[in-house]
């Protein structure tokens, strides 16, 4: 049995549910979209996430082709974080490409996954989801010179004077200390 990705019915008024009827089935036929959607909860790791509801840009090309309709684009989201080194919040912008083809009719080969188009329509946010949850750094920083936080105090480094120590010695090693490095014996005694 082939592995196919499908959904038994689709929301046409999903922001993510592609209409390709105007596209049409023959090989060639190209449209052009940009969509602007509010990001859904749960698009995001750990540290770093899509804010739900904020904006998420998609410049997408569905191209028709034999065996189905080609989606290709990018997807821009904003994404918050906290930083993996200091633990300051981050704000950035996460552009990816995205690509995928959508068969008509399932692979009578089935070699391997693929999504499927359900009638004319094309379930398209596991494809965005996938793809900007992958392009999320998996530690991510302020910059990329970040000091992080001093293990003594807990400190950014960044903010303490040149030198900031503690000196605090491993109690494993705390019997040497005792022993001073000016106590070195003679030669020649």
């Avoid at 008024?13 to 060639?28: F, K, M, Q, S, W």
């Avoid at 969509?35 to 770093?48: C, K, Q, R, S, Y």
């Avoid at 965005?128 to 999320?136: E, I, K, P, Q, Y």
């Avoid at 530690?139 to 903010?159: A, I, K, M, R, Y």
Wanted: hydrophobic content about 40%; aromatic content about 4%; overall charge negative.
């Amino acid at each position: 049995m082939p592995a196919s990705r499908s959904v038994a019915h689709l929301d046409p008024r999903a922001p993510l549910v592609l209409d390709t009827r105007e596209l049409g089935r023959r090989a060639g036929s190209l449209r052009t979209l940009a969509l602007t959607i509010p990001a859904p909860a749960g698009w995001g790791l750990e540290l770093i996430e899509v804010p739900p509801g904020e904006d998420v840009h998609l410049d997408l090309r569905l191209e028709a082709v034999m065996e189905g309709v080609l989606v290709t684009g990018t997807v821009t989201a904003p994404v918050r974080a906290e930083c993996g080194r200091c633990l300051e919040a981050v704000h950035d912008e996460l552009e990816v490409d995205v690509q995928e083809l959508f068969a008509y009719e399932p692979d009578p080969a089935g070699d391997g996954e693929v999504s499927l188009m359900v009638g004319d329509f094309i379930d398209f946010e596991p494809i965005v989801h996938d793809a900007l949850v992958l392009g999320l750094p998996l530690n991510p920083v302020c910059t990329e010179d970040c000091s992080g936080l001093c293990t003594g105090c807990g400190e950014q480094l960044s903010n303490l004077p040149e030198g900031h120590n503690h000196d605090e010695v491993d109690p494993r090693w705390a019997a040497l200390s005792s022993l001073s490095t000016d106590e070195s014996p003679e030669k020649g005694s």
